[in-house]
């Protein structure tokens, strides 16, 4: 719990760092950061390590390809999806979602981009977890490589979302002159 709690505030500071996300005092510690640290403490921890426990019991003593493919596969389609649609609600939740429509909305819109990177780098990290790891250190190394991907993927959400944001502040604002000086077709015509 330490360990996922400490690695969910430190990303969520990361990644606000790296993007230049900063709250209105100017300082990169967000509201974001405390409510990250407790869900990776008190969610993501139990949760991942009560999923891994099962895969690991259902699979326990099969060593064979078959087996290890089977686990691959239903780390992929049952775990994964619990997993990621958790994670979703949660940080609807912490971005400040109140109704169960803005939820299902976050967890629709973003359900498909996470399982297709869950489809990428699970069989690969689960794969190398079989080869090289023994079981006990699964959790923390899935840990270690959900920081990572989550970092990369909250610094990019933030830069776009920052993007975004200058695009509606200084698009409202600017008039739309050209390099001309004179307003174009779309000012004369009232837009």
């Given at each position: 719990m330490v360990t996922s709690g400490s690695l969910a505030g430190l990303q969520e500071l990361l990644?606000?760092?790296?993007?230049?996300?900063?709250?209105?005092?100017g300082h990169y510690f967000t509201s974001r950061i405390p409510k990250m640290?407790?869900?990776?403490?008190?969610?993501?921890?139990p949760l991942g390590h009560v999923l891994v426990g099962i895969l690991q019991r259902a699979f326990a003593g099969r060593t064979s390809l078959k087996?290890?493919?089977a686990q691959i596969l239903v780390s992929n389609l049952v775990l994964a999806p619990i997993q990621n649609s958790i994670y979703l609600v949660f940080m609807a939740i912490i971005a400040g979602a109140r109704t169960f429509h803005q939820v299902r909305?976050?967890?629709?819109?973003?359900?498909?981009?996470?399982?297709?990177v869950s489809w990428v780098t699970s069989p690969i990290c689960l794969a190398f977890a079989q080869k090289?790891?023994?079981q006990e250190t699964w959790v923390p190394f899935f840990n270690i490589v959900a920081f990572c991907l989550g970092t990369y993927i909250n610094t990019h959400t933030k830069r776009k979302r920052l993007a975004a944001l200058r695009r509606k502040h200084y698009?409202?604002?600017?008039?739309?002159?050209?390099?001309?000086?004179?307003?174009?077709?779309?000012?004369?015509?009232g837009y």
């Open positions: 990644a606000s760092y790296l993007s230049g996300d900063k709250n209105k005092d640290t407790l869900y990776g403490a008190f969610i993501s921890a087996a290890k493919i909305a976050t967890v629709k819109a973003g359900f498909m981009p996470i399982m297709k090289f790891l023994p698009g409202e604002g600017r008039s739309t002159t050209g390099t001309s000086g004179r307003p174009d077709d779309n000012d004369r015509r």
